[in-house]
C-alpha cells in the first residue's frame, strides 16, 4: 500500500482508521460514538466572496435557523471546524438585521471509535502499574511496579 492510496482513503474518503484490538492495552477503553461533521449549511466560499449567503442547502441546520439564500451575513461567533459549537451569525435582508443561532452539523452522523483512559493506576506501553505496599516508596517505581493483567 502506498501513501498516496491512504490519503485517498482517509483524508479524502474520510475513512475510518482501523487500530488493532486492545493497542492500548488495558490502559484505554475503546467505544463507538455517534459523529456529525462540520458543515456551516451552505456554500462558504462563494458566501465569503459575495457578502451574501450561497448555495444553501434546505436540509442543513442553517437552513432551518432560518439562513436563505441572498442575505447578507457576517460570522459573530463560530470555532469553523467545530461542528459542536453553537455559532452566531448576523444576518441582513428585507427584515432588517438580526442574529441566528445554530450547531454548524451535518445531518448524518457517522460511527467512530473514542479512547477513554481506564481507571485503576498508572499506565506505560499498555501496562498497569500500580503500588505493591507501604512505605515511601513512588508507585510504579520499578521496586513497586507490578503487573496487572
Known sequence: MNAGSEIERFVVQGETIQLRPLIWGVCALESAVDVKQFDV?????????????????????????????????????????????????????????????????????????????????LCVAGTRLSSAGAGGSHPGSPDTASRKD
Not at 449549511?41 to 436540509?59: P, V, Y
Not at 436563505?68 to 463560530?78: E, L, N, V
Not at 427584515?95 to 471509535?113: C, N
Open 41 to 121: 449549511g451552505f456554500d462558504l466560499e462563494e458566501s465569503r466572496k459575495t457578502g451574501t449567503i450561497r448555495g444553501i442547502r434546505e436540509n442543513s441546520s442553517a437552513w432551518q435557523a432560518g439562513v436563505r439564500d441572498g442575505q447578507q451575513w457576517a460570522p459573530m461567533d463560530i470555532i469553523w471546524g467545530d461542528a459542536g459549537y453553537l455559532a452566531e451569525f448576523e444576518i441582513r435582508d428585507g427584515r432588517g438585521k438580526r442574529r441566528v443561532t445554530y450547531y454548524p452539523a451535518s445531518p448524518q452522523s457517522a460511527r467512530a471509535p473514542q479512547y477513554a483512559p481506564a481507571s485503576g493506576g
